[in-house]
């Protein structure tokens, strides 16, 4: 069975600042693994997915995450944080063929 | 080129009643998959249609049943509302199995 776990459900970071959202995963067998964004009162936008190319996955709006397969991490990283940036942020793994699992998610806060 | 759209955006029910929620995919999308947030919480996969029939499904109860309809739109019906299925409903599509899925915006259902 797959699994996510996000460290902190709620990180804060001020404007202009590096965002890093963590993510830890579960997977008996090679995992694609996923970052999607929510806005309030939205439905789920894909950032960026990782599935066995290139370890270093850039995605929409500057957002970048690397897969570590001896951590087991897929983090989620942007150089400088927007106002814009401030979302409910989620994690999925989906072991190939099986259904997308997803983190309890991370709400990133921007300071001005 | 119009992404998932879902209906209706939103939905009051008594207990006891029954709910049906629809969704069409995006263009080019064959498989559709419904999903279950509770506030606060990450989305919980429901079930997945392809080609008209249920091909994977998650640990919900059978008051949950879907439908796929020959222009891959879907349905999701739940039976016997209870207070615990208040949420919001997200449907997903994908153009191949488990491949990256683009999410509506929800239909978020309060029942009373």
């Known amino acids: 069975a797959q699994s996510v776990t996000q460290l902190g459900s709620h990180v804060s970071v001020s404007e202009g600042a590096l965002v890093l959202l963590r993510c830890n995963y579960s997977s008996s067998v090679p995992p694609y693994l996923f970052w999607y964004v929510q806005y309030p009162n939205q439905g789920l936008q894909l950032l960026l997915k990782y599935t066995s190319a290139a370890t270093l996955v850039k995605g929409i709006n500057g957002f970048e995450a690397e897969f570590k397969k001896s951590e087991t991490s897929f983090h989620l990283t942007k150089p400088s944080a927007h106002m814009s940036d401030a979302a409910e942020y989620f994690c999925a793994v989906s072991p190939e063929n099986e259904k997308l699992t997803f983190g309890t998610g991370t709400r990133l806060t921007i300071i001005p | 080129d119009a992404g998932v759209t879902q209906s209706p955006t939103h939905l009051i029910k008594t207990r006891g009643q029954q709910v049906t929620l629809r969704c069409s995919p995006k263009?080019?999308?064959?498989?559709v998959s419904w999903y279950q947030q509770a506030l606060g919480q990450g989305p919980q996969f429901i079930f997945q249609?392809?080609?008209?029939?249920?091909?994977q499904r998650g640990n919900f109860p059978d008051r949950f049943s879907g439908h796929q309809f020959p222009n891959y739109s879907s349905e999701l019906n739940v039976n016997a509302l209870l207070l615990g299925d208040s949420a919001l409903y997200l449907c997903?599509?994908?153009?191949?199995?488990?491949?990256?899925?683009?999410f509506g915006p929800g239909t978020r259902l309060t029942v009373t």
């Open positions: 997903a599509s994908s153009a191949d199995t488990w491949g990256a899925q683009y």
């Open positions: 263009s080019g999308h064959d498989t």
């Open positions: 249609y392809y080609e008209e029939e249920e091909r």
